[in-house]
């Protein structure tokens, strides 16, 4: 039963649609025909996580263990001093010496200093970019780390023998002081090819650090690939049957960047003419418009509830119309388990980082329990951001990490409700007539005119009409002259009082 459950030696079917249009570029994974991954961005605003820059320090908050980078942006950019280590070549590269802190455990930055930093998460709202000290340069089959000395392996490559192999080729092929990590798209590849792109991402910090050396003050020292190249680069593995364009423009790069990538698979992409609504046609709109419901429906009509916080993400897993069999608890477990790969699958599709909480259907037997993590570790084993199952509580509730590298869906497709506030929901029409009332009898009661115009929602002025004669007399109101008005605002807390004279 456990095999069911945990669908082991199943390889999903994957295939990449891009869809170009003039407002923004979108990439989308497909894996059995579901979506599990996308990547959207604006054709006037790209993503500049990745890119290096040459940065001055512009004031640092030791109070929260931070500093501010000025990059040459609108707002300086946030840096955590967690994230600044004291390191000789990176001192070497700016030409100056970090003074140790009056502890002797920390480096100290100092205004004015100069340094290197990437942009690990984009600007956002309020919010500035952020940025770390500990630079990475990625590749297609691995990832340059300059400023460190890690050498490692991606946990995807499970065969030790390989692992070992790669791990031998990195330790050999590297510089000295400089750190490199096979990706999933290194296992079995020849040692040549490996040792070509390490030189080829080498040469490119070697370029960081010339150009660094050019004059002083904020400089992007370089800049990362746009949306198509850097998914194609992180996606286009054997294993993706095909890459399908419905730009030609676009199709030309993609061809040209997959057999930069690996010769002679310009043969998987396939160019869609005559179809400016590529997503629309094949489903994938669908499935994207579905990842933003905080309700989402499993094939056995039971369903999970994704709810968003400041703190983190809670998922309410519901039996819903999922009656199962004469047993509960094996209704309740596989119900558990198949929300288990949709949740899994949610995580990767609607980018969600941090801290995740889920509260499984309750199951009783111990060995039920640890099948349901079992499965969960096993869907987001496709995952290629690092997440962390933390186990089930006696309450059913599993804690999941998962790594924070990009902004959610959500936070793209969809903006803060001016109606509501953010909160999600609106005031009734009855709250909206009450803080009405409150105005109107305060502006009355204190002598304003007898005349008043008011204006607000529809369902709120049938509130005020019905219950006006009342509360003129009531209150010793009468002879006052109401004119209502509705309101052409959507939303329904919006009103106003006007006291016209007489």
Aim: charged share 25%; with cysteine.
């Amino acid at each position: 039963m456990n095999g069911v459950y945990e669908r082991n030696g199943i390889r999903p079917k994957r295939q990449i649609f891009i869809d170009a249009n003039p407002y923004r570029t979108r990439v989308v994974l497909l894996e059995n025909g579901d979506a599990v991954e996308v990547y959207s961005e604006n054709r006037n605003k790209s993503s500049l996580v990745g890119s290096i820059y040459r940065g001055r320090v512009a004031s640092v908050l030791l109070g929260m263990s931070a500093a501010f980078v000025d990059i040459g942006m609108d707002k300086n950019a946030f840096l955590s001093l967690r994230d600044f280590e004291k390191n000789s070549e990176r001192e070497r590269l700016i030409g100056v010496e970090n003074e140790l802190a009056s502890d002797g455990a920390s480096p100290a930055l100092r205004i004015g200093q100069e340094l290197i930093v990437q942009i690990v998460k984009d600007p956002h709202g309020s919010k500035a970019a952020r940025v770390s000290t500990q630079i990475s340069i990625s590749g297609h089959l691995v990832v340059l780390f300059p400023t460190s000395n890690i050498v490692g392996v991606s946990r995807n490559i499970t065969d030790d023998d390989e692992r070992a192999r790669l791990h031998g080729i990195l330790e050999d092929a590297r510089g000295k002081n400089i750190g490199v990590i096979a990706r999933t798209a290194a296992g079995g590849r020849d040692e040549a090819v490996l040792r070509d792109e390490i030189a080829i991402l080498i040469e490119k910090w070697n370029g960081v650090k010339k150009a660094s050396r050019e004059g002083t003050g904020a400089k992007c020292l370089l800049g990362e690939y746009g949306i198509v190249e850097r998914t194609l680069r992180d996606l286009l593995r054997p294993d993706v049957t095909r890459v399908v364009v419905n730009d030609r423009e676009c199709y030309e790069a993609v061809c040209a960047l997959a057999n930069e990538i690996e010769p002679g698979s310009d043969d998987r992409i396939v160019f869609q003419p005559n179809e400016p609504n590529l997503f629309e046609t094949l489903g994938i709109e669908k499935q994207l418009d579905e990842a933003l419901r905080r309700r989402v429906y499993l094939k056995s009509g039971a369903y999970i509830v994704i709810d968003h916080t400041e703190a983190l993400v809670s998922i309410d897993v519901n039996s819903g119309k999922n009656i199962g069999g004469a047993d509960l608890q094996q209704t309740a477990l596989a119900t558990n388990c198949e929300a288990a790969w949709e949740i899994a699958r949610q995580l990767r599709l609607r980018n969600i980082g941090g801290m995740v909480i889920i509260d499984f259907i309750d199951l009783i037997s111990a060995e039920d329990k640890q099948t349901v993590v079992r499965t969960l570790k096993n869907a987001l084993s496709n995952d290629r951001i690092a997440c962390i199952v933390h186990g089930m509580t006696t309450l059913g509730l599993v804690e999941v990490t998962r790594k924070k590298l990009r902004d959610n869906l959500a936070s793209y497709m969809l903006e803060e409700c001016q109606c509501c506030g953010g909160r999600g929901r609106t005031a009734t029409a009855q709250t909206v007539a009450l803080k009405l009332r409150a105005r109107l009898l305060d502006g009355l009661l204190h002598g304003n005119s007898r005349r008043v115009q008011i204006t607000a929602a529809p369902s709120v002025l049938r509130l005020i009409s019905q219950y006006a004669e009342a509360e003129a007399a009531r209150c010793g109101l009468d002879g006052v002259e109401l004119s209502l008005v509705e309101s052409r605002s959507d939303n329904i807390e919006e009103f106003s009082v006007r006291y016209l004279g007489g």
